[in-house]
């Protein structure tokens, strides 16, 4: 008996959506956009992060030793930083791979490189690049560097610089924005988000208001609750399916479209590249989101009449 | 079978629909209601469906107060009354066939007794070949006799016709008078509501008159009145 009940439901539902093709398909068109800000705030939303990502990894402080800092003395600071918690990554530059650095860096400058050769010798003292977990952490982490700047062992100063002194505005500056736009971004996709489902949602609402008299005959025959709202539920995950479906089509064009004029934008990221690695996920994605919300409108629509 | 109690019916703009209605209904009766528009037949056939709630008074359907039932019992119990109604009220997308099967599927009725039983009652309205006709392919003589297949399909205890021939011209009526009297002959009770004289005086079954909302004439072997 369950079993039959299922199946004439799911079957009156394949019917329904065929023969009721005109509002399926107004239903179908609205939700397909709902899916496309869907879809549109998550990859926004990841675009975002990553370029934050790329922002922040751009930034980092910079340890100047002093030249005649011992070898040990620095690796030992380096350690010690490494073990802090808000450290990402540290690099440690000899002195020798400055200097080799330096020369490439300014290779076509003759002036410059016959310069460093009258001196005769390295000028240059080693350095330590240190990343943070987050931008935020860099005072911490100056402020450490400053209570290390004496050696260990023969309480000669080792650190010549730290550069974090001079790009603190800046750092800071970057910090709040970086913070203040994802906050921003949220709330912006959440009233986008809540705004296509209100719409969604009365569309479907205004295609089962026309049924409201089949509503009212079916349950005059005797039909169950369950009997009446059955094929509609099933319409509108049918109409979730499909718009899916469209979404993900549409999505092909529109990010090739956009990742020729935002890759210079977003350091890096190519929004048609993501799209195309990431098409299993983004289409679950879409997938779930349309039949959860064809279900639950349809779901709630019939309530109110199925009261008869 | 029936009995309706002391039944009143008085709406938000207080007009009142019904008025102290008692009424007793015996099985395989063939009864009609008559009167002018507005007289209340319809809010009593609706009070019997428990379309609307009685402000006063109880609706009883074989000793049990209907509008007690719960959901579930509620659904069991419509399934023991067939409806027609004036504007046929016909599921659109459905074509004549699944019209009638909707109502044994809602019963729960397995798929080799539809597959029996519709053409049998399309047949027995003399619709068999129209039976893949969606209703706007029908005219209102067939869609009323649709509705009629599909009000008995369930081999109900009782037929309520609501105006059943009000739309339909008399060669059509004619024919829908005669179905439900033979549907009376098989032993199943009707409920008729109209203001045509012809259909009751056809019929001369029981009649009831009513106006304003009350009974004005309960006659046992009545004819139009008014």
Redesign the interface.
Same mark, same amino acid.
Do not use: C, M, Q
């Given at each position: 008996m369950f079993w039959t009940t299922n199946k004439r439901i799911i079957k009156a539902g394949f019917v329904g959506f065929w023969r009721n093709g005109f509002v399926s398909l107004s239903s179908i068109v609205v939700m397909t956009v709902t899916l496309l800000v869907i879809v549109a705030s998550l990859l926004f939303s990841i675009i975002f992060s990553a370029t934050l990502n790329q922002i922040k990894n751009q930034v980092d402080i910079t340890v100047y030793f002093v030249t005649t800092a011992s070898t040990s003395d620095m690796l030992a600071l380096q350690k010690s930083v490494d073990a802090l918690p808000e450290v990402a990554t540290t690099t440690f530059i000899s002195a020798d791979q400055a200097l080799a650095n330096f020369k490439q860096r300014h290779a076509t400058d003759e002036l410059t490189l016959q310069a460093l050769d009258e001196i005769n010798g390295n000028p240059l003292g080693a350095e330590l690049n240190i990343k943070a977990k987050d931008p935020s952490q860099y005072a911490d982490i100056a402020a450490y560097l400053q209570s290390q700047s004496v050696s260990p062992t023969n309480g000669l100063p080792i650190i010549d610089t730290v550069n974090y002194n001079q790009n603190q505005a800046a750092i800071t500056k970057l910090t709040a924005i970086i913070d203040g736009s994802r906050r921003f971004a949220l709330i912006l996709i959440g009233i986008m988000v809540a705004i296509s489902l209100i719409i969604t949602y009365n569309t479907i609402r205004l295609a089962i208001h026309a049924s409201r008299e089949e509503i009212a005959v079916e349950r005059l025959v005797g039909a169950s609750s369950r009997f009446v709202r059955g094929p509609f539920v099933i319409v509108g995950i049918m109409c979730g399916i499909v718009s899916a479906i469209l979404a993900a089509v549409i999505l092909y064009p529109a990010t090739y479209y956009l990742a020729q004029t935002t890759t210079t934008f977003f350091i890096g990221f190519n929004i048609f590249n993501y799209y195309l690695a990431n098409f299993g996920q983004i289409f679950l994605v879409l997938l779930a989101s349309g039949i959860i919300i064809g279900a639950i409108s349809s779901w709630l629509a019939v309530r109110r009449y199925l009261k008869v | 079978m029936i009995y309706f109690d002391n039944v009143s019916k008085q709406y938000a703009d207080n007009s009142i629909a019904l008025d102290s209605i008692t009424l007793a209904v015996d099985p395989q009766e063939f009864v009609s209601i008559v009167g002018h528009s507005g007289a209340g037949k319809t809010t009593l056939i609706k009070m019997l *469906?428990a +379309?609307e709630r009685p402000t006063d008074g109880r609706v009883y359907f074989q000793s049990v107060d209907i509008h007690d039932l719960r959901? !579930?019992e509620m !659904? *069991?119990? &419509? &399934?023991k009354i067939g409806?027609v109604f004036q504007d046929f &009220? *016909? *599921?659109?997308?459905?074509t004549a066939f +699944?019209n009638i099967s909707? $109502?044994m +599927? $809602? $019963?729960?009725r397995?798929?080799a007794e539809i597959k029996s039983d519709v053409p049998h009652v399309l047949d027995l309205v003399d619709l068999g070949e129209k039976m893949w006709n969606f209703p706007h392919q029908l005219s209102g003589g067939e869609k009323q006799r649709v509705a009629i297949a &599909?009000a008995i399909v !369930?081999q109900p205890d009782v037929l309520i016709a609501d105006e059943p021939t009000g739309n339909l011209d008399p060669v059509n009526t004619y024919d829908i008078v005669q179905i439900l009297k033979k549907i009376n002959d098989l032993g199943t009770t009707v409920l008729l509501t109209t203001h045509n004289r012809g259909v009751i005086d056809s019929i001369g079954g029981r009649v009831i008159s009513m106006e304003a909302g009350r009974i004005i004439r309960d006659d046992r072997n009545g004819r139009y009145v008014f």
């Open positions: - | *469906l +379309e959901r !579930n !659904n *069991l119990y &419509r &399934r409806v &009220r *016909l *599921l659109p997308y459905k +699944e909707f $109502a +599927e $809602a $019963a729960g397995s798929d &599909r !369930n």
